[in-house]
């Protein structure tokens, strides 16, 4: 199900203030409000990391980029952001976005599937974040190879059932077993 960044960050218990700069990441860029009003309103570490933020969202990804440019780009990504925070928050907003990307034109969508799976999965492995790195995997896995990804979820679906079969079917003997 699809989940809004500030969910996925809940989840992670993190501090209040990267909730609030998760928030007002895109105020900045989208509104009339710029960092300095960010940061009388809501203080220097919110304005801290929504700065960081948009300026993350500067580092751009090429389709098909060589793999030491790729590992350029993933450095310079975690260098850039001197806080741990920044990258917490990139990586929920990262999450969020590929939930929706179905609504992405497909040139877009595979642009940002593969910047994903080259650059923000593996920073979220770094960071032990597993289940974020999970679900990033999967929705990379679903846009950049359609037809593997709906076989797999076939033959998933019919191993769950199978499974419940199972299952139902040793409950009744377990339960059937005790009653005698």
Request: one cysteine or more; proline letters at 4%; glycine letters at 4%.
């Amino acid at each position: 199900s699809d989940v809004c960044s500030s969910d996925l960050l809940t989840d992670l218990h993190v501090p209040e203030e990267i909730l609030l700069a998760a928030l007002l990441h895109d105020v900045p860029e989208d509104t009339k409000y710029d960092i300095h009003e960010v940061k009388e309103r809501f203080g220097e570490k919110v304005a801290f990391l929504v700065d960081g933020i948009t300026k993350l969202s500067k580092v751009h990804y090429k389709h098909n980029m060589p793999d030491r440019q790729v590992e350029s780009l993933k450095k310079m990504f975690l260098h850039s952001a001197k806080d741990p925070g920044v990258i917490i928050i990139k990586l929920a907003d990262r999450l969020h976005n590929m939930q929706t990307l179905e609504h992405v034109n497909p040139d877009k969508r595979l642009r940002i599937a593969g910047e994903t799976l080259e650059i923000f999965v593996p920073i979220a492995n770094l960071l032990g974040i597993q289940d974020m790195k999970c679900k990033l995997e999967d929705l990379c896995f679903k846009y950049l190879f359609p037809p593997e990804y709906e076989g797999l979820r076939s033959t998933l679906d019919e191993l769950k059932k199978e499974n419940r079969k199972n299952v139902k079917g040793f409950l009744e003997t377990l339960t059937e077993g005790f009653s005698n």
